[in-house]
């Protein structure tokens, strides 16, 4: 393992190479320790050898770019209060986490997949799956997403096999949960610096340097591809660590279907990203691996040494963890978009009003 030296501008985030797991045996099974005491202590790490170009990882950064520049026009008519899924574009300061408003605009694809039949007994999740929305005036938006959406999503099933051998499963402990339709949700995110204006109708209520609040992605695993500015950061024990972007890495963030299915052996991540200085901006592309929406997600068989280890998910009365996948996306999703549930979700918000 790498470890990168802890300062101001290095965090103590592990990097783990990938191409380790094609290497002699010895150092494999170092690797899978490595990659065990990593998530257990982080929740994080820095992933290298993951095989995607990057040179696509750059013209999907250009690409983003390019739709953030768009006129305001343009990025509304995908607005995401216009999908009952969750697809679409956000303006700044209209997304929320813990309460307050998020100082960023992103626009969230998910799974290309038709929506799904809906009868009075259906559980409200099924509404999360359908199509989402395309801005006509960047049509090689949707082809460059859509490639990166199952690249990540090969490299995060890969993580996630080699994460069941270092916990001594078998390699296809996750399948059962993932299926053959997981969750999978690609964001383009831009968080704009401290000196940009707000829209006079924004919601008032950032607390100044919020880019996304403190929070834990409620999949099974995140992979963060950042651009040049930092700001991400990684809850430890000592604290905020700063988790700047690093060339040719990924992040990869545990998230809360983990923390269920490991009964608490590893806690999901939470972390935070705060607005860039002014002057500058910072560009994101996040891909959250989820699961089957209609599992619900069991404790998996630990070996007794790690059983022994387990703490059990952690209980915030402010952020239930759910079994059920639906339910725990959906919880999510209508907690950081009150506009999407007031319009699509009426009936769930009114109910637990
Ligand atoms: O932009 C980032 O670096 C992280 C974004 C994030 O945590 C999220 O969208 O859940
Ligand atoms: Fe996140």
Do not use: C
Not at 50 to 76: C, M, N, T, W, Y
Not at 236 to 241: E, F, S
Not at 303 to 316: M, Q, S, T, W
Request: glycine share 8%; aromatic share 6%; no cysteine.
């Amino acid at each position: 393992m790498t470890a990168l030296p802890s300062s101001a501008e290095r965090p103590p985030l592990p990097l783990l190479d990938l191409a380790r797991l094609d290497g002699a045996a010895a150092d494999r099974a170092l690797f899978l320790s490595e990659l065990r005491a990593a998530i257990r202590r982080f929740g994080a790490f820095y992933v290298t050898g993951h095989g995607v170009d990057p040179a696509f990882i750059d013209s999907v950064f250009d690409l983003s770019r390019g739709f953030f520049a768009l006129p305001e026009q343009d990025k509304l008519s995908i607005e995401m209060v216009n999908s009952p899924h969750f697809r679409g574009y956000t303006r700044a300061g209209w997304e929320r986490t813990r309460g307050l408003a998020d100082w960023r605009e992103q626009v969230d694809v998910g799974a290309e997949r038709p929506a799904l039949p809906q009868g009075p007994d259906s559980p409200p999740w099924v509404r999360l799956q359908g199509p989402n929305q395309w801005p006509k005036a960047l049509p090689e938006l949707r082809p460059a997403v859509l490639r990166l959406q199952d690249q990540l999503t090969a490299v995060s099933r890969r993580i996630l096999s080699t994460v069941a051998v270092a916990l001594r499963l078998p390699e296809d402990a996750f399948d059962p949960i993932l299926t053959d339709q997981p969750t999978q949700l690609v964001k383009l995110i831009r968080y704009p610096g401290h000196d940009a204006v707000p829209a006079a109708d924004a919601p008032a209520d950032n607390a100044g340097g919020q880019g996304v609040g403190p929070h834990k992605d409620s999949g099974l695993l995140t992979l963060v591809l950042q651009h040049r500015q930092s700001g991400l950061q990684v809850e430890t024990d000592g604290g905020w660590a700063d988790v700047p972007p690093v060339a040719g890495t990924f992040v990869v963030n545990a998230g809360e279907l983990l923390e269920l299915a490991t009964d608490g052996y590893f806690r999901a991540a939470v972390h935070r990203v705060v607005t860039p200085p002014a002057g500058v901006d910072r560009l994101s592309t996040a891909f959250f691996l989820g699961a089957g929406l209609d599992v619900r997600v069991p404790v998996l068989p630990l070996p007794d040494d790690l059983v022994a280890e387990a703490r059990g998910p952690e209980r915030d009365p402010l952020n239930p963890l759910y079994s059920s996948v639906g339910e725990n996306t959906l919880k999510s999703r209508l907690r950081s978009h009150p506009d999407v549930a007031r319009r699509h979700y009426a009936d769930l918000v009114d109910a637990s009003a």
